[in-house]
Every structure is written in C-alpha cells, then in structure tokens.
C-alpha cells in the first residue's frame, strides 16, 4: 500500500474508529480528516475547465457489494430524525465493511466513487470526457492528484417517479446507501443520483517534501 492509500484509507480509517468509540477529536483535526474526502474533480469539455470539490470514497470488491449493502439497507431501514444513536450505529457498519481488518482485503483500491448532485459542469463535461484528474490537499503540506477516466453509472429518474429505491442498479444504490449510513437517510432521492466511478490510472506525490513535488508513485 503506497503513502497515498496510507493517507487516504488507513488515517479516515482511524477516524471513523475513534468517533464510533467516542473519542473526542477537535474540530481543526476533524476538518483535517475531510481532506481526503473531499479533492477537486478536475474537467475539460464543452463547459471549459472545471474544478469542483466534490466527497469521494472507497468501496469492496463488486463480489462484496451486495453483501454490503444488505447491511446497509437494514440499517437505513431504522432512520428516524430523532434518532441519536442512527449515526453511531451506522459507523459500526462502515467500519465492519470497510476501515475493519477483514474488510480491508476486500476494498477495491483501483477505485473512488462518488455521487452527482449537481449535474452541471463536471457532469456535462464527463460525458464527452472521461478523462478526470482529482487533486486532494491537507494543509499545510500534504497533496496528491490521480489521474484516471471517470465514468457515470446508474440509471436516473425524476424525484417523483415511482420507483424501488432498493431495486436500482447495484453500483448506483450501494454508493447513495453508503452516504446515507451516516447522514439522514433518504432512499426516495437514490433515483436521481447517478453514481461516479473514477478508476486511478496514476498517483502522483504533489506534498511540499523530499518524497513530493510531482513524484509518481506506483499503484
């Protein structure tokens, strides 16, 4: 696992361990942790060249999806607006299939997801060209940016079409039931999120040290 992995996986990884267990983390340190979720997707099309910070994430294997998103579906099942422990809760299931020992063998590593809300820019311009570079920066000093193709999956409905949330494409639900795991769950609007599947082509080091400033690393 190279320094990107380490930085991306293994430190968010450990984030979402220490808050399901209650450890108290500032909120400088807790905005810091964002970073690696949320880079600057990079595009070129009809609608110039684009940068919009978008949030991105690992996920298993597609052999281990499924299995995945049953738990996840179970758990979406209990959301309440009331409910204080819905969060907690749901951190247990991300790191059970995700940040826990035996979940690690089965991430997929040659790829981030992510989920359009937008539809504007980065969309339009991804549909003509998939070629997407994603710049991530932690202040003060660490920064990588992956260069790969993107590729929208999924099929999109209107918000008011009667359609089984549960019964989308398999990429298409697993992403949004990631999201709602932790964040107020809300199956009804999966159907207008399309999915984005960024698969990593290169890794480059843009950190200000000895290791950074444009080293690429091996995938």
């Known amino acids: 696992m190279n320094k990107f992995f380490e930085w991306a996986y293994k430190t968010r990884g450990e984030t979402v361990k220490n808050l399901a267990d209650g450890v108290q983390i500032s909120p400088e340190k807790m905005f810091l942790s964002f970073t690696s979720h949320n880079p600057v997707f990079v595009s070129h099309g009809s609608k110039?060249?684009?940068?919009?910070v978008k949030g991105v994430g690992f996920a298993p294997k597609p052999e281990f999806m499924e299995a995945a998103f049953k738990d996840y579906?179970?758990?979406?099942?209990?959301?309440?607006?009331n409910d204080k422990t819905y969060q907690e809760r749901g951190l247990r299931v991300l790191i059970k299939?995700?940040?826990s020992e035996n979940a690690?063998?089965?991430?997929?590593?040659s790829c981030f997801y992510g989920i359009e809300m937008a539809y504007?820019?980065?969309?339009?311009?991804?549909?003509?060209n998939p070629e997407?570079?994603?710049?991530?920066?932690?202040?003060?000093?660490?920064?990588?940016e992956l260069r790969g193709?993107?590729?929208?999956?999924?099929?999109k409905y209107d918000a008011d079409a009667e359609i089984d949330p549960f019964g989308l494409p398999l990429v298409q639900r697993f992403v949004n039931a990631q999201h709602d795991v932790y964040h107020a769950a809300n199956p009804k609007i999966w159907q207008t999120r399309l999915v984005y599947k960024f698969t990593i082509e290169?890794?480059?080091n843009k950190s200000a040290g000895r290791d950074g400033f444009g080293k690429k690393l091996e995938l």
Do not use: C, R
Not at 132 to 144: C, E, G, H, K, T
């Open 149 to 155: 193709k993107m590729k929208l999956a999924g099929e």
């Open 132 to 144: 997407a570079s994603l710049v991530f920066y932690q202040p003060p000093m660490i920064s990588y």
């Open 48 to 52: 110039g060249l684009n940068g919009a």
């Open 97 to 99: 299939h995700l940040y």
């Open 120 to 128: 504007k820019h980065s969309y339009a311009n991804y549909i003509e």
């Open 202 to 204: 290169e890794i480059w």
């Open 104 to 109: 690690e063998k089965n991430i997929d590593f």
């Open 73 to 81: 579906a179970e758990h979406i099942k209990t959301y309440s607006p």
